[in-house]
């Protein structure tokens, strides 16, 4: 069973970064889709940014778009959201998600994803 990890979660002010981390137990070269996902309080789970590995696209939602990156380090079975830029908007439990092959429900689906991490948890003071 594949087991996914975040990391690099942590309490910063507005303006702020932080780079969060998803480490696999497995080879991510095999994975298709990565992607990172939030829950605020009270709000329903959103994706905000995904990877598609065999063309190393990305997507973003529009709320986090020119301030988070998604990125891959297959020789460490890693992959991170770079945030910088953070705002108070931007507190939420973080889970990273993966799948193999492709998918057709759209990158922000979340039964499209198989394997997902426990989350961690990003605050931003203002």
């Known amino acids: 069973q594949v087991q996914l990890v975040e990391s690099g979660g942590g309490s910063v002010q507005a303006g702020g970064s932080l780079r969060l981390s998803c480490e696999a137990s497995t080879h991510t070269g095999t994975f298709y889709y990565m992607a990172w996902f939030r829950q605020a309080p009270g709000k329903e789970r959103e994706g905000v940014a995904g990877?598609?590995?065999?063309?190393?696209?990305?997507n973003y939602a529009d709320s986090v778009k020119g301030r988070f990156t998604i990125s891959q380090e297959n020789a460490k079975n890693t992959w991170y959201l770079q945030m910088n830029s953070l705002k108070p908007e931007d507190t939420a439990m973080y889970y990273c998600a993966a799948r193999f092959g492709l998918m057709y429900g759209g990158w922000f689906v979340e039964n499209e994803y198989k394997f997902w991490g426990q989350g961690t948890q990003v605050t931003v003071s203002s």
């Open positions: 990877l598609y590995t065999p063309r190393r696209s990305t």
